[in-house]
């Protein structure tokens, strides 16, 4: 239950209208384009395949499965099937919050969510160097609710997103050390935000709300090169583009306003083209003994590309068309490490850790998910019941430093830590 002393915020304060509540929506805005966009804070989600999952999210360099069109579009020929493959992934955020000054703490509320992968894939023929294969995989969603009453929720309430990319991919394998590969992706996807509206309702002596909820679409590619130079070496380079998602028709409504604020804050609808970063990745594999692989992955993300956001109204807001907000981030590198071991009897054991830094800013700081430094603890096991079947389970725990941050823009701050568990169950069948 939240522990409400010395609030932040003061009602009284928020009857000053028009100069806050335009500052409201602006927030809004920035928060809503700084969640799409946040694909290298929380919503990012490095899930896309179980056994990669469980070895830290590394797989750059290494084809272990179909979901190599993701990892690494040119490890597709070197598989020995066609292999169907499929994953249901439980994600489970978790985020404090307690006042820089003052004694008020809070915890987001529990919420599970279920990303899925599925992927069909391999060479056109026995012993063809083409391969083809087409994914639908979960890049980045997930979301936070703080509740109505928290005293954060003038900036934030509740916010949802799920994203979707739909990838057909080729293969060429040039020997038994070159290959490459190449992906056009389609991405799709939808967000919901609430928020509280910092103006007490005449009538019901309540907040109203507002609420944002549009559909965005996109389109990119994800390619790749592998190189075995030697029988115990894989080195995996892959490049997947920046994405710009294209938002048209998105709502902004607004309810249990005063009747003097209708007119001013219209229910409107807006478009918008949101960037998403682009990822260039590095791995290695070393094939340490007859059982043993360990894998070294690094992910170079171009975070700069998020230095402001645009946002454009059907209907004036407020008086206003458009606006725009500044996010500053920064470009940032992952590390990703790894390791599989044969057991023998079909099974296998799976282990790995990553470190992640946040590009954001300090100054910068949302509670619509706020972003620090993370470091991600995995493992996992496979189990092969028949020749052709191969069943998949992972797990993943993540934990962020505590951060005092602020979000200037909205003129709210705090300390936070994020934690989160993601548990996965997959199966794969080789045709």
Do not use: C
């Amino acid at each position: 239950m939240d522990k409400i002393e010395n609030p932040v915020f003061d009602h009284a304060y928020f009857f000053n209208k028009n100069a806050f509540m335009k500052k409201l929506f602006l927030t809004a805005v920035s928060v809503l384009l700084t969640t799409v966009m946040a694909m290298g804070a929380g919503y990012q989600l490095n899930l896309q395949g179980l056994r990669q999952l469980a070895m830290g999210g590394s797989g750059t360099a290494y084809a272990w499965d179909a979901s190599t069109l993701f990892y690494n579009p040119a490890g597709l020929s070197s598989l020995n099937h066609i292999q169907a493959s499929g994953s249901l992934l439980f994600l489970t955020p978790s985020v404090e919050y307690a006042e820089s000054v003052g004694k008020y703490y809070t915890t987001s509320k529990s919420q599970t969510f279920t990303p899925i992968n599925i992927y069909v894939g391999g060479p056109v023929r026995s012993g063809s160097p083409v391969a083809i294969g087409i994914g639908l995989y979960t890049p980045f969603g997930s979301g936070l609710n703080w509740g109505n009453s928290w005293t954060g929720r003038y900036v934030i309430e509740d916010i949802e997103l799920r994203t979707y990319f739909l990838q057909p991919t080729i293969s060429y394998k040039f020997n038994d050390v070159w290959s490459v590969g190449a992906g056009f992706v389609y991405a799709f996807g939808s967000l919901d935000m609430k928020q509280a509206v910092p103006v007490q309702n005449n009538l019901n002596n309540i907040d109203p709300q507002s609420e944002l909820y549009g559909r965005a679409t996109g389109i990119g590619f994800n390619a790749g090169i592998h190189i075995k130079p030697t029988k115990w070496l894989h080195i995996g380079l892959t490049y997947r583009s920046q994405v710009n998602m294209k938002t048209t028709g998105g709502s902004a409504t607004f309810t249990d306003l005063p009747s003097s604020l209708a007119s001013t804050f219209p229910n409107t609808t807006f478009s918008s083209t949101l960037p998403l970063p682009a990822t260039a990745s590095i791995g290695f594999a070393v094939k340490a003994t007859q059982n043993l692989t360990l894998q070294f992955d690094v992910n170079f993300v171009g975070w700069q590309t998020l230095d402001s956001l645009r946002f454009n109204f059907a209907q004036n807001v407020n008086g206003a068309d458009h606006i725009s907000s500044p996010r500053n981030y920064r470009n940032r590198a992952a590390f990703r490490l790894g390791g599989n071991l044969k057991l023998g009897s079909g099974w296998a054991i799976m282990a790995g850790t990553a470190f992640d830094p946040t590009p954001a800013q300090a100054t910068f700081i949302s509670p619509d998910l706020p972003d620090a430094d993370r470091i991600l603890v995995t493992g996992g096991f496979t189990y092969k019941p028949a020749k052709k079947i191969t069943l998949m389970a992972a797990i993943e725990y993540v934990t962020s430093n505590k951060i005092n941050g602020n979000f200037d823009f909205a003129g709210f701050g705090g300390k936070y830590q994020t934690k989160a568990l993601t548990t996965g169950i997959g199966m794969s069948y080789n045709f």
